[in-house]
């Protein structure tokens, strides 16, 4: 399992996050900013444990990410 981070408060919301990784990205229709599906809050992060074969998008994602706000561990 991966855990993934997002540190929403930052997001700039370019939408590079969702073009990489849909499955597990969207973009909030009220701010503007990405939303990390299926997560949990942890004190401003936003939080999700994913399976191994999502590895390559959200690498992909988190390297897109113009304000370096995606994290990815545990692999």
Known sequence: ?????LQRDKCIGCN????HAPQRFTMSKKDGKAVL????????FFVARV????LDSLQ???AAC???II???GY
């Open 16 to 19: 590079y996050c969702r073009e």
């Open 51 to 54: 399976h191994d074969d999502e």
């Open 66 to 68: 113009p304000v370096k």
């Open 71 to 73: 994290r990815l561990s």
């Open 1 to 5: 399992m991966i855990t993934v981070t």
């Open 60 to 62: 992909n994602a988190a």
């Open 37 to 44: 599906l299926n997560s949990v809050e942890k004190r401003g």
